[in-house]
């Protein structure tokens, strides 16, 4: 008997976390990962297509004398510059 009621305890309390994650998902507290992996990406495609628009001398100058305050933004300019055709050379 006691074994019975551990169970229905268990499944009780497995159905109120259900729930209480569907209601925070309606209620728009919580979005599919997939949404999240969707909308990351769109942005990543933005991102890189503004970055391959900037004209090469303007890679090549932003890679030489920005190393100093912005690595994340050379970084990633530097690693997509190859994609339009030159090597930056960083300081």
């Known amino acids: 008997m006691l074994k019975k009621m551990e169970e229905r305890a268990r499944k009780d309390k497995k159905l109120a976390g259900r729930t209480a994650l569907e209601n925070q998902t309606r209620c728009g507290e919580l979005i599919e990962t997939a949404e999240v992996l ?10 890189r297509a503004r970055l391959l628009g900037i004209p090469d001398v303007a890679v090549r100058t932003f890679c030489q004398n ?21 090597e930056p050379t960083t300081n």
């Open 38 to 47: 969707t909308a990351g990406q769109d942005v990543a495609r933005r991102v």
């Open 66 to 86: 920005c190393s100093a305050g912005l690595p994340q933004a050379t970084e990633i300019v530097c690693d997509l510059a190859p994609a339009v055709g030159i």
